[in-house]
């Protein structure tokens, strides 16, 4: 019976934690725990209990979540604002990081525009490359043509 309190206590403990997170991650060794209270009200050892929790918790993780996430995430729209990276913009008003300032037009969408560097500064109507993105703003570094 204490082995069924302390599965009970884990499958709390990990509903909870998938409440808070909402990975969809921990819901599948809930169900592992859930099983193995199972196990435990049937009489089986600590042992058996451990090795059914672990099969069971990684064959939902590994079979049954790839399956939750295209039903859950199918709604998300998906930006594919990866591609900006590498791409030289024109910037659309001087770049200074220190006065946290910077623009740039990039498929007719403005962003924010910073610097690599704090101590580089960029002019409008110059040319830089996109190197990264951080949030909302574009990373950059001075293009030089040729």
């Known amino acids: 019976m204490?082995?069924?309190m302390v599965w009970l206590a884990a499958m709390i403990i990990l509903i909870i934690i998938e409440i808070v997170t909402v990975g969809l991650?921990?819901?599948w060794f809930a169900i592992g725990a859930l099983v193995a209270i199972i196990v435990s009200?049937?009489?089986?050892?600590?042992?058996?209990?451990?090795?059914?929790f672990l099969f069971i918790s990684l064959g939902m993780l590994i079979f049954t979540r790839p399956l939750a996430m295209r039903y859950i995430n199918n709604t998300r729209t998906?930006?594919?604002?990866?591609?900006?990276?590498?791409k030289v913009v024109r910037i659309t008003q001087d770049v200074d990081n220190i006065a946290e300032k910077g623009?740039?037009?990039?498929?007719?969408?403005?962003?924010?525009?910073?610097?690599?560097?704090?101590r580089s500064r960029?002019?409008?109507?110059?040319?830089?490359?996109?190197?990264?993105?951080?949030?909302?703003?574009?990373?950059?570094?001075?293009?030089?043509?040729?």
């Open 2 to 4: 204490t082995y069924t």
């Open 25 to 27: 991650t921990t819901i």
């Open 41 to 52: 009200m049937l009489g089986g050892g600590i042992i058996l209990q451990m090795t059914v």
């Open 78 to 86: 998906r930006t594919n604002y990866e591609g900006i990276i590498g």
């Open 103 to 118: 623009c740039a037009v990039v498929n007719g969408q403005e962003w924010t525009v910073r610097a690599v560097n704090d």
């Open 122 to 146: 960029i002019a409008a109507g110059s040319l830089a490359k996109v190197v990264d993105i951080k949030g909302v703003r574009l990373i950059v570094e001075k293009y030089e043509e040729g």
